[in-house]
């Protein structure tokens, strides 16, 4: 008891519990020796002193009464043996915790290869399609046109019909641009290229705004080059101007307003940080984790490729984009993308 305890028993003769060791005092120790001394209840307990986690000292504590009145207490030092007990809990932590990342990101792995797989076979399938339906639709269009024409001093009705033919015709054609905007996808065909050029072309393919919307772009004086295929970029840009623009439509004003600087990705490298935002309608919570699935749409004359494209692209760009938590209204989508590196070729 003295080298463990760090005591000389002598000297302990005569005194209270409390007196011999006074932490002791105000705890329940005291109590339950003098009940193991004076009714033989034997009490058993493990003291573990943990210092910053780890076990400094640890007792395995047992009283008991050895004639009515007189207990003896025996302590035996644990202290390894609640080393080893702590360093596995903490090794199972780890362990558990190892297994929960690795599982998060199997799942976000496998939801992006499902995603992915979709995608492509909706292309391929969307391809085909486009190819059989093309030609039937040029004959539609046609046809139309020339009823238009040979039908001129026909009732309104007519007409009325006529220019329905034309604008479904219109639509269907769309449908199949952007479907053929997938199958398109090939390999990016990377170069360095200007951001400044690359939204340029995307604002002049999503068709002049509204004119109650007003477009502000905010890029740095230093031109922010990117190592990115021009051609992929346009649609890329061009899908998420043409969402802000439709979620502004029916507003009295609204502002698209696209920024960029230059900063590092998670990995540490130099990218550059775009936002796409607007003061439209926004993206209900309940819609946020659908809107990069393709062929989710809310709007009446959507498809849903818009947003799946753009990540496809952005992604095979070694790039990310998401969907922020704007503060204000409207939505905005932050897209990080490699930045060129000296050497990077200017031509295709
Ligand atoms: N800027 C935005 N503001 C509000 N909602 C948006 C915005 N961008 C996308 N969304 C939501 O995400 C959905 C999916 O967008 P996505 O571009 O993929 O498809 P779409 O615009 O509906 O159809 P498509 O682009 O194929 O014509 C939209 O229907 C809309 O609900
Ligand atoms: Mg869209």
Redesign the pocket.
């Known amino acids: 008891a003295d080298r463990i305890l760090g005591i000389t028993c002598a000297d302990l003769i005569g005194k209270t519990i409390e007196e011999a060791f006074p932490p002791l005092a105000g705890t329940e120790i005291p109590r339950r020796y003098i009940e193991a001394a004076a009714h033989g209840t034997p009490w058993f307990f493990e003291q573990v002193d943990y210092d910053d986690g780890t076990v400094a000292g640890a007792f395995e504590v047992h009283s008991f009464q050895t004639r009515p009145g007189s207990m003896a207490v025996s302590f035996m030092d644990i202290t390894d043996r609640k080393q080893n007990e702590l360093a596995l809990a903490q090794y199972r932590d780890r362990l558990e915790a190892l297994v929960d990342e690795r599982t998060a990101e199997l799942r976000d792995t496998q939801q992006k290869l499902l995603a992915a797989e979709r995608l492509a076979v909706l292309g391929q399938f969307a391809g085909n399609v486009s190819h059989e339906i093309r030609n039937p639709l040029g004959v539609i269009s046609t046809s139309a046109y020339y009823l238009k024409r040979r039908l001129q001093d026909q009732d309104e009705k007519i007409h009325k019909h006529i220019a329905q033919i034309s604008r479904q015709v219109d639509n269907c054609t769309r449908i199949i641009k952007s479907m053929l905007d997938l199958t398109r996808m090939e390999t990016p065909r990377k170069k360095a290229v200007p951001l400044s050029e690359c939204l340029d072309a995307a604002l002049c393919s999503a068709g002049a705004p509204p004119r109650h919307i007003k477009a502000a772009l905010d890029l740095p004086a230093e031109p922010v080059i990117l190592h990115a295929d021009p051609e992929q970029m346009r649609i890329a840009f061009k ?1 998420l101007i ?2 802000a623009f ?1 979620a502004m439509e029916s507003d009295a004003s609204g502002t698209l307003t696209i920024t960029a600087r230059a900063a590092v990705d998670d990995s540490g490298a130099p990218c550059a940080q775009i936002t796409v935002s607007d003061t439209g309608h926004g993206v209900p919570e309940q819609m946020r984790d659908k809107v990069f699935q393709p062929l989710f749409t809310s709007r009446a004359t ?1 498809i849903g ?3 799946s494209i753009t990540q496809m692209i952005i992604e095979r760009h070694d790039g990310a984009i998401t969907l922020e938590n704007s503060a204000g209204p409207g939505a905005s989508f932050l897209i990080r993308l490699p930045l060129a590196r000296e050497g990077d070729s200017h031509d295709e």
């Open positions: 899908n043409k969402n439709q959507g490729f818009g947003l």
